[in-house]
């Protein structure tokens, strides 16, 4: 299928190694970031959320870290699988914006056999 | 279905002709939205409902643009005498509530415009 990313950063990585994905966001007002990955031919699909008022969040493989000094979130990956290849966009809700997502540039990650 | 559906998956328009693009959300699901992605960049915000009001449209580009959502179920977007800078992929998100609820996307619907 057509690639959704073709002017995006890449990050190659070996299989099994750990992954590290950055998303700088501009806006202090922002209370909610959500990280997505999005596939060839499909839609984003949610991974690993945060509030505002915590640093960082763990989920099966995943862990999210939110750095609100410098307004820099990340997403970190263990042992990384060649299923986890696709485009990772992060998003955020910003306050007194209504529920709508503010989403990044995205990340196109490829991992290598 | 359990997921968000989103049809047709491909529509190729030529220029200046309107076009429908349907979107059935998860059922029970309060909140729909709509974002389209170019290509190459991530998703943006087009408008938002809650049940069948529409309370944001801040993102639509244009008066071209229009959305419904009548029964507070289904919901359609139309885009008339479309333009080339149209094309790109159209989603379709829908979440219990507002505020901190996961957004479930569908897969999309791809427009190109001639």
């Known amino acids: 299928g057509e690639s959704v990313g073709l002017h995006l950063p890449t990050l190659s990585v070996q299989e099994g190694d750990n992954s590290i994905i950055n998303c700088a966001y501009s806006n202090s007002a922002s209370d909610y970031f959500i990280w997505y990955k999005q596939e060839s031919g499909k839609g984003p699909q949610f991974i690993i959320d945060?509030?505002?008022?915590?640093d960082k969040r763990q989920g099966q493989r995943v862990t999210v870290l939110l750095n609100k000094t410098v307004k820099h979130l990340s997403l970190q990956i263990a042992a990384t699988q060649p299923g986890d290849s696709a485009v990772y966009f992060c998003a955020e809700k910003i306050m007194g914006y209504g529920n709508k997502l503010v989403f990044g540039a995205g990340t196109i990650l490829r991992v290598k056999s | 279905g359990a997921g968000v559906s989103q049809s047709p998956r491909y529509k190729v328009a030529k220029r200046g002709q309107d076009v429908a693009l349907r979107c059935d959300p998860i059922s029970g699901h309060v909140s729909l939205f709509w974002y389209q992605q170019a290509l190459g960049q991530g998703p943006e915000f087009l408008t938002y409902?809650?049940?069948?009001?529409?309370?944001?449209k801040s993102g639509l580009p244009s008066d071209r643009f229009f959305a419904e959502r009548p029964e507070g179920s289904v919901s359609t977007l139309k885009i008339q005498r479309t333009q080339q800078e149209d094309s790109a992929v159209y989603l379709c998100?829908?979440?219990?509530?507002?505020?901190?609820?996961?957004?479930?996307f569908g897969p999309g619907t791809r427009l190109t415009v001639l």
């Open positions: 998100a829908s979440s219990l509530a507002g505020g901190y609820n996961e957004q479930f």
């Open positions: 945060i509030r505002s008022n915590m």
């Open positions: 409902f809650q049940n069948e009001a529409q309370l944001d």
